[in-house]
C-alpha cells in the first residue's frame, strides 16, 4: 500500500465497484482517475462488490491507494433492497448497489479517517455518503443515466418497456436530487451535461476520459479481418450493436469479415456471432490485440450516454472508426477528417466500402484520427482539471 503522506489531504473515493478489471466504462474511468489524485491526496478507495476482490486487482491499486476497503453485498440484500424500492420512488439501479449494513460501515471508518474530500462516482453510489457533510464531497454523474435508459425503452422487448420507463422517470428526478448533496459535480461530456434536468447543471464540470500512453503503441498482430467491434458485450448498448452488425450490414455485404471481442459475450450476442460467421473472442489480457486484427473499427451505438471509450483506444492505434452520430458528438471530431459519421445501415455499407477501397482516405481518417486523440484526450490533462475542481473546497 502506497505510504502516507503528511503534507497531502486525504480523499476517499466511493465507488460502485472495485476498478480492476478494466472491463467496463466506469471501471476504466475511475482507475485512471485514482492514479492521478494519488498525486495531490492520500487516496482511501471504499469499493462496493458482489464478490471478493482477488488480490492480483487489489495489487493494481495498491501503489495509488494509502487504504483499500472492500464492501461487499450479499444476494439477500439485493433482493431486499430492489423489493423495497417498488414502494420508493428510488431508482432500481441505486438501490442494488445499495446495502444499509455498508452504509454504516463506511460512516464508521468516514468518522475514523476523517477525510479532507470525498469523491462518489456514478449516482449509483451516492446514497452511501449523501448525508456525511463533516467535508465537501464531489459527485461524478459520468453519464446521464436517466436519458440511457430512456433511449433502450423503444428498443426493449414489450414486457419491460414499461419497467425502463419508470425507471427513466426515477433516474432523472434522482440526478436532480441528488445534486444539492454535493458541493461539485463532474460529468463525462457537454452532451451530457444538458440531459441533467438540474436548474445549475451548467456547474457540472465536464471531465473527460483520458487514453493510456499504450494505446499510441500498436502490438505486433495480424490485421486478418475487415471490420471489428469491441465492447463489453453484457451491455445493452453493445448488444444493440452487434445486433445491427449482424443484420443490416453483413447480410448487405456478405464478403465483409467481422470480429467481435469483449467481456462476458451475452447469449445472444453469442448466437448473433454463430449465425453470422463473426469471430468473437472474450476479454484479453491485451485488448489491443483485438483492435488491431480489424482494418476498420465499426461502432453502430443507437442507444446509450456518455463516451465512448473504444472509440477514443481504436483511433489512437491508428485505425479508422465509423460510428453514429450519438456516439461520434460527446468526442468532437470532424466527420470525414478524424472520423467517419454514419447512422443508417447504407451509410455503414458505403463508408466502410470506401475506407476499405480507397487508400488515401484511409490514411488520411487513420492518421488524423491518432492525432485528434493524443492532442484532445490526456489522462493528466482530464485528472489536472479534476483535482483543480476539488481543490475549490477540499479541508486542507
Not at 433502450?152 to 441528488?178: M, T
Not at 500512453?213 to 452487434?242: C, H, K, M, Q
Not at 489512437?316 to 460527446?330: E, K, S, Y
Not at 445501415?345 to 466500402?353: D, H, K, L, M
Amino acid at each position: 500500500m502506497k505510504s502516507f503522506d503528511n503534507h497531502k489531504p486525504t480523499l476517499v473515493v466511493v465507488l460502485p465497484r472495485f476498478p480492476y478489471p478494466l472491463e467496463k466504462g466506469d471501471k476504466l474511468r475511475a482507475y485512471h482517475q485514482i492514479i492521478g489524485l494519488s498525486d495531490a491526496f492520500n487516496v482511501v478507495l471504499f469499493a462496493v462488490t458482489d464478490a471478493p476482490v482477488p488480490r492480483e486487482s487489489m495489487d493494481k491499486l495498491a501503489h495509488h491507494c494509502t487504504q483499500i476497503a472492500v464492501f461487499q453485498r450479499g444476494p439477500l440484500s439485493k433482493f431486499l433492497n430492489l423489493f423495497l424500492c417498488l414502494f420508493t420512488q428510488k431508482p432500481f439501479q441505486v438501490g442494488y448497489f445499495y446495502s444499509y449494513r455498508n452504509a454504516k460501515r463506511m460512516h464508521k471508518r468516514l468518522k475514523e479517517i476523517q477525510p479532507s474530500h470525498i469523491y462518489c462516482q456514478l449516482i449509483r453510489a451516492a446514497e452511501y455518503i449523501k448525508d456525511y457533510h463533516d467535508c465537501p464531497k464531489t459527485i461524478d454523474y459520468m453519464d446521464a443515466l436517466s436519458k440511457g435508459m430512456e433511449r433502450r425503452i423503444d428498443h426493449a422487448p414489450w414486457y419491460s418497456k414499461r419497467l425502463f420507463r419508470i425507471e427513466s422517470i426515477r433516474l432523472k428526478n434522482y440526478e436532480v436530487r441528488i445534486f444539492d448533496y454535493f458541493e461539485h459535480a463532474s460529468i463525462i461530456s457537454h452532451q451530457d451535461q444538458a440531459l441533467i434536468y438540474h436548474p445549475k447543471r451548467k456547474d457540472i464540470a465536464c471531465i473527460p476520459n483520458g487514453i493510456a500512453p499504450t494505446f499510441f503503441e500498436r502490438p505486433n498482430a495480424p490485421t486478418d479481418v475487415d471490420i471489428v467491434f469491441i465492447g463489453n458485450l453484457s451491455y445493452a448498448p453493445n448488444i444493440e450493436a452487434v445486433e445491427f452488425i449482424s443484420s443490416q450490414i453483413l447480410p448487405k455485404n456478405k464478403s465483409l469479415s467481422c470480429l467481435i471481442a469483449g467481456a462476458t459475450p451475452s447469449t445472444l450476442v453469442e448466437k448473433l456471432c454463430a449465425k453470422s460467421n463473426i469471430q468473437l473472442l472474450g476479454w484479453m489480457d491485451d485488448i489491443r490485440e483485438a483492435y488491431c486484427r480489424g482494418k476498420v473499427f465499426v461502432a453502430p451505438m443507437m442507444i446509450g450516454t456518455g463516451m465512448q471509450n473504444k472509440l477514443l483506444e481504436a483511433m489512437a492505434l491508428g485505425i479508422p472508426c465509423v460510428t453514429t452520430n450519438l456516439a461520434g458528438d460527446p468526442i468532437g471530431a470532424v466527420n470525414r477528417e478524424s472520423i467517419c459519421i454514419a447512422n443508417t445501415a447504407e451509410e455503414f455499407i458505403t463508408t466502410i466500402q470506401e475506407l476499405l477501397t480507397d487508400e488515401d482516405f484511409y490514411t488520411k481518417i487513420a492518421t488524423n484520427g491518432k492525432a485528434f486523440v493524443r492532442k484532445n484526450y490526456s489522462w493528466s490533462h482530464a485528472n489536472a482539471q479534476l483535482i483543480d475542481l476539488m481543490n475549490e473546497t477540499t479541508r486542507k
